[in-house]
């Protein structure tokens, strides 16, 4: 399975385009996007993105119930604060925006899930700890780190993934 992985867009349209661009160019199959979505518009860019879209509010999505509401409406899964994204065999990849540090950390140390996908940090991250592999994407808005703005493609059947960096 193809999944891209964005976080941090904060309402930066041109750069989500771009992003989105990227990832269809790579034919993902889900996008998970992993906090501080801002606004509808920027819901409504995701929903068209991919046959499954799967959105977690961050700390910054202010009008979460608004953007809830948007997502419902156009089929995209939008999660308060944990999404599971169903893989294969029964696994799940999970999404949270990481701006709760016991949340991210409880969900790394369970073991569960594969894959624990996070923003926040506005840092590119792919480690392993134990069974799990914690994947920031890094951000679309003010990446840290002297990084370009980012995004990321896993493919869950290679356990391989690719960081794009988005130009600005």
Same mark, same amino acid.
């Given at each position: 399975?193809?999944?891209?992985?964005?976080?941090?867009?904060?309402?930066?349209?041109?750069?989500?385009?771009?992003?989105?661009?990227?990832?269809?160019?790579?034919?993902?199959?889900?996008?998970?996007?992993?906090?501080?979505?801002?606004?509808?518009?920027?819901?409504?860019?995701?929903?068209?993105?991919?046959?499954?879209?799967?959105?977690?509010?961050?700390?910054?999505?202010?009008?979460?119930?608004?953007?809830?509401?948007?997502?419902?409406?156009?089929?995209?899964?939008?999660?308060?604060?944990?999404?599971?994204?169903?893989?294969?065999? =029964?696994?799940?990849?999970?999404?949270? @925006? /990481? $701006?709760?540090?016991?949340?991210?950390? !409880?969900? #790394?140390? %369970? =073991?569960?899930?594969?894959?624990?996908? @996070? /923003? $926040?940090?506005?840092?590119?991250?792919? !480690?392993? #700890?134990? %069974?799990?592999?914690?994947?920031?994407?890094?951000?679309?808005?003010?990446?840290?780190?002297?990084?370009?703005?980012?995004?990321?493609?896993?493919?869950?059947?290679?356990?391989?993934?690719?960081?794009?960096?988005?130009?600005?």
């Amino acid at each position: 399975m193809i999944i891209g992985i964005v976080s941090d867009s904060h309402g930066r349209h041109d750069r989500l385009a771009a992003a989105i661009k990227a990832l269809r160019d790579r034919h993902v199959e889900i996008v998970v996007h992993c906090g501080d979505v801002v606004d509808s518009q920027s819901i409504l860019m995701l929903a068209a993105s991919a046959e499954n879209v799967y959105v977690v509010a961050g700390n910054m999505d202010r009008h979460a119930h608004d953007l809830a509401a948007v997502a419902a409406g156009y089929g995209v899964h939008f999660a308060w604060e944990v999404a599971e994204v169903p893989l294969d065999k =029964g696994r799940c990849l999970v999404a949270l @925006h /990481g $701006h709760d540090e016991s949340v991210l950390g !409880e969900m #790394i140390a %369970d =073991g569960q899930f594969p894959y624990v996908c @996070h /923003g $926040h940090t506005h840092r590119f991250r792919d !480690e392993r #700890i134990g %069974d799990v592999r914690v994947i920031n994407p890094g951000a679309l808005q003010h990446p840290r780190g002297h990084h370009a703005p980012s995004v990321a493609v896993l493919d869950t059947a290679t356990d391989t993934l690719e960081r794009i960096d988005i130009d600005a």
